[in-house]
């Protein structure tokens, strides 16, 4: 079956810095990548819609230059959390898309500001 | 737009007891899925079910099953004799048909707590 995977699937890094998370595809291309972000006991929400050579679509109130987002194949899309605060502390989990059939979520990363 | 109603913010129950889910959407496409997931608390989204506007047939999955009323916009989900390995947060989201897109808009999840 179709399987995503995400890395790191955990981060703890310090108020400032920059961290990538990646979001591959195993076994199928993925056309189009989502981005959702959950807070602690809160639902998911999609941050951005990324296409295979274009750019992304971010969702209203998601800052575009803090996060980051390539998606420069078919099987690996990358968020980067820019100059990251301690809100930003989230659990980041990518979905992928095939041209046809359903989307597979990633595992997520859980990610900890200091 | 489109929005998805999960009124129940916990359940608690006993291990054997049926619990049932409830799920209430908003939109305005006549055509759409309708999909449940659980997030135990390894945070991984487990997927259970995905079920088309067109087709309000009820399903049975071993001790999940589903209850689709479009003339209610309702789609909840039962689990009958839970078991402690059920306790997880049930997240109900609705995706629009056209295009492929697989965009997702999530309730705001029910977490359920099966007790021994």
């Known amino acids: 079956g179709a399987v995503v995977s995400q890395h790191p699937s955990w981060v703890i890094c310090k108020s400032g810095t920059s961290v990538k998370i990646e979001c591959r595809s195993l076994?199928?291309?993925?056309?189009?990548m989502f981005w959702y972000r959950q807070f602690p006991k809160q639902s998911l929400m999609l941050m951005a819609t990324s296409n295979e050579g274009s750019k992304a679509t971010y969702e209203q109130g998601v800052e575009k230059d803090k996060f980051l987002i390539n998606h420069a194949s078919l099987t690996l899309s990358t968020l980067t959390v820019t100059s990251a605060h301690p809100e930003d502390s989230s659990f980041y989990i990518c979905s992928a898309s095939r041209v046809i059939g359903g989307g597979q979520f990633g595992p997520g990363t859980r990610l900890t500001v200091l | 737009a489109q929005k998805v109603t999960q009124a129940q913010t916990e359940i608690s129950v006993v291990e054997k007891e049926d619990v049932t889910l409830d799920c209430v959407y908003e939109t305005r496409d006549t055509t759409y899925y309708l999909f449940w997931y659980k997030q135990p608390p390894s945070g991984e989204l487990v997927f259970l079910i995905r079920r088309n506007s067109f087709d309000e047939q009820n399903e049975i999955s071993g001790r999940y099953s589903w209850n689709f009323q479009k003339s209610t916009s309702s789609f909840n989900f039962t689990i009958t004799a839970s078991q402690v390995v059920d306790s997880a947060v049930y997240f109900c989201?609705?995706?629009?048909?056209?295009?492929?897109?697989?965009?997702?808009?999530f309730g705001k999840g029910t977490k359920l707590t099966v007790n021994p």
């Open positions: 076994d199928f291309q993925a056309t189009t």
């Open positions: 989201a609705l995706k629009r048909a056209q295009g492929g897109s697989e965009k997702l808009v």
